[in-house]
């Protein structure tokens, strides 16, 4: 078996992935079939499965209802969020808070933190991310000011669990889920569980399980099933981009370095590359870029400027 430093960071994010569709309420057997495939298909695939669930059990309790599942790995398992942001605040020695009744939390750019609100509630806040938690004796609420969170809710408490991001409301019970808020554009993913997403004005309501993601902005909402890999990696501190564009992919990278990266030649903007990066490394990624795409770099203070290179341009 190989050894946890050996696995790639997009086996790991896969492993996370199965995680989560094996503790979803609707798994069905051709799925349990699916994850054993895919789990001998590898000699790093049951180490990596290993690793993204028995981190979480070092940290907290696990749920109370065992998870039938090959070679007992699914018992008593945690979601696949809950498990990536364990690996990521093991991994980065990142720390961990305990909040009073009602309380905020915040993080720096480049700064990720896992914290644990008074009722139990486990939250992973991503980087330049601030959230508000008020509760009382009816109602568990928390703002979501900007930024992206994990939320990994259980236990027994009674009270509506509440994330309000823009004009959004997410209610969920014993679940995990993502919410990331920019500006006034929310994308929920659900990963276990049941939750329900609404209009707090009261236009609107969805209804989320496992899998789904739906985003709500100025131009409407869309609900779909994505793939979850690229969605989850940055519980793991990874950026999985997927023929994406660099003006897309350099947005994200920004959004973990004051080193920016900046680009202002439209043709170099709308190429198109695809790989796994480690955020916070702009230089690296900034290097790779120049290594697969005709592009040169430009390295000042505190930014990296990506310009094509007429050299490595292909002639039509």
Not at 90 to 119: M, P
Not at 304 to 316: G, I, N, S, Y
Request: overall charge negative; charged content about 25%; glycine content about 6%.
């Amino acid at each position: 078996m190989a050894f946890v430093s050996e696995i790639p960071p997009e086996i790991r994010a896969e492993a996370a992935a199965w995680l989560a569709r094996l503790r979803a309420d609707d798994k069905s057997t051709a799925d349990e079939a699916a994850f054993r495939t895919w789990l001998g298909s590898d000699a790093r695939h049951p180490c990596a499965f290993e690793a993204v669930t028995e981190v979480w059990e070092l940290t907290g309790a696990a749920w109370a209802e065992p998870v039938a599942g090959p070679r007992q790995y699914l018992r008593n398992r945690r979601g696949v969020l809950a498990s990536m942001g364990s690996l990521a605040v093991a991994g980065a020695g990142l720390a961990v808070w305990q909040s009073a009744e009602a309380g905020v939390f915040e993080t720096a750019v480049g700064e990720q933190k896992h914290v644990v609100l008074s009722d139990g509630t486990q939250v992973f806040l991503d980087t330049d991310t601030r959230l508000h938690a008020t509760y009382n004796s009816a109602t568990r609420v928390v703002a979501l000011e900007r930024g992206r969170c994990n939320f990994h809710v259980g236990g027994s408490d009674s009270r509506p669990f509440a994330v309000h991001a823009a004009a959004e409301r997410i209610v969920a019970v014993r679940a995990s889920f993502d919410v990331r808020r920019d500006g006034e554009e929310v994308c929920v993913v659900l990963t276990q569980g049941l939750a329900t997403i609404d209009a707090r004005d009261g236009a609107w309501q969805e209804a989320l399980k496992s899998g789904d993601r739906i985003v709500v902005g100025r131009e409407g909402r869309h609900k779909d099933q994505p793939n979850l890999v690229p969605l989850l990696a940055w519980q793991t501190g990874q950026i999985v981009f997927d023929n994406d564009t660099v003006a897309s992919a350099i947005r994200e990278m920004n959004r973990y370095s004051v080193v920016k990266i900046a680009v202002d030649d439209a043709d170099v903007a709308k190429m198109r590359m695809s790989g796994v990066y480690r955020v916070g490394d702009n230089a690296a990624f900034a290097h790779s870029v120049a290594t697969l795409l005709p592009v040169m770099l430009e390295f000042n203070t505190d930014q990296v400027r990506l310009e094509l290179d007429p050299a490595r341009v292909k002639k039509t």
